[in-house]
C-alpha cells in the first residue's frame, strides 16, 4: 500500500516537473479568480454598508414635486442638484406635529473645493438629541448665532487640510471655477468621522445661506435677497 502510494506520489511530482509552466500558470490563475471573487464580495458588502449607513437616521424625505430619487441622492448622499425648496411655514408645521419627532431642514448648492456646503440648524450637532440624526464633533464646537461659521465633516477638513479657525470662501455652485463668494467663513468644528456621506459636507447655518450673496428666494413666488440690516420675511 505504502509502495503504490509512494509511486503515485512520484507519478504527480514528475508530471508537475515536465509541466511547471502550465502548472504554475493553472495556479496562478485559480488564485486570482479567487481573489477576484473576494474582492467583489467584499466591495458589495461595503458599498451597500455605505448606502444604508448613510440613510439610517431618516424615516422620510420632503422635497420639491420631481424625481424621488434626485431628492433622495441630493439630501442623504449630498449628491445631484436640488430639485428645489419647500416653503418655511411647512418646516414649522411639520416640527409641531407630535407625530414627527425630529424635523431638519437642508439648504444646498454651494461648495468649497469640491464638497458640498450644505445649511442647516444646530440642533443637527445637539448631544441631548444623540440617536437620531444627530452628530458628535470630534473638535470644537457646533456653530452658534454667527451665520459664518462652519463645521467640518472629517473627510472634507483632512483632504482641505482644514482646522479650528481656517478661513475660507465658499464657491457659487458646485464646479471649483465657478464665482467665489466675498464672504470669508471660519471653521469652528470639525465632526467626528461616520462612514457616510456626512463626512465629505461642511455644514453652516441656514440662515447663512439664504444671506449670503448672490442667493435669492423664492418663496413668495418673487425673487428675494437678503440683505444684513433687514429680516427675511416669512413669505420669502
Known amino acids: 500500500m505504502k509502495s503504490a502510494r509512494y509511486g503515485t506520489f512520484l507519478l504527480v511530482r514528475r508530471s508537475l516537473a515536465q509541466h511547471a509552466v502550465s502548472t504554475w500558470i493553472t495556479a496562478l490563475s485559480l488564485a486570482l479568480a479567487s481573489g477576484l471573487v473576494i474582492a467583489l464580495f467584499s466591495i458589495q458588502a461595503q458599498s451597500r454598508a455605505a448606502f444604508t449607513s448613510g440613510a439610517s437616521a431618516f424615516d422620510a424625505v420632503l422635497g420639491a414635486r420631481g424625481s424621488q430619487l434626485q431628492i433622495v441622492l441630493n439630501s442623504v ?3 445631484e442638484t436640488s430639485p428645489g425648496n419647500l416653503r418655511w411655514s411647512w ?24 464638497f458640498r456646503i450644505v445649511g442647516t440648524q444646530k440642533k443637527l450637532f445637539d448631544p441631548a438629541l444623540a ?5 458628535e464633533l470630534a473638535e470644537g464646537r457646533a456653530f452658534e448665532d454667527d451665520l459664518r461659521e462652519i ?26 471655477n465657478e464665482h467665489h463668494h466675498d464672504e470669508e467663513y471660519v471653521v469652528v468644528g470639525i465632526a467626528a468621522p461616520t462612514n457616510t456621506p456626512d463626512d465629505r459636507v461642511l455644514w453652516m447655518p441656514i440662515e447663512g445661506v439664504f444671506r449670503m450673496g448672490g442667493h435669492v428666494l423664492r418663496g413668495s413666488g418673487e425673487e428675494y435677497e437678503a440683505h444684513a440690516d433687514e429680516e427675511i420675511p416669512e413669505e420669502a
Open 131 to 135: 440617536g437620531k440624526a444627530t452628530r
Open 91 to 114: 418646516l414649522e408645521e411639520l416640527s409641531e406635529d407630535p407625530g414627527i419627532e425630529f424635523a431638519l431642514p437642508y439648504a444646498l448648492g454651494d461648495s468649497y473645493r469640491g
Open 77 to 79: 448622499f449630498h449628491l
Open 151 to 176: 463645521v467640518a465633516g472629517s473627510y472634507a477638513a483632512a483632504r482641505c487640510r482644514l482646522k479650528i479657525g481656517s478661513r475660507l470662501h465658499p464657491t457659487h455652485g458646485l464646479a471649483e
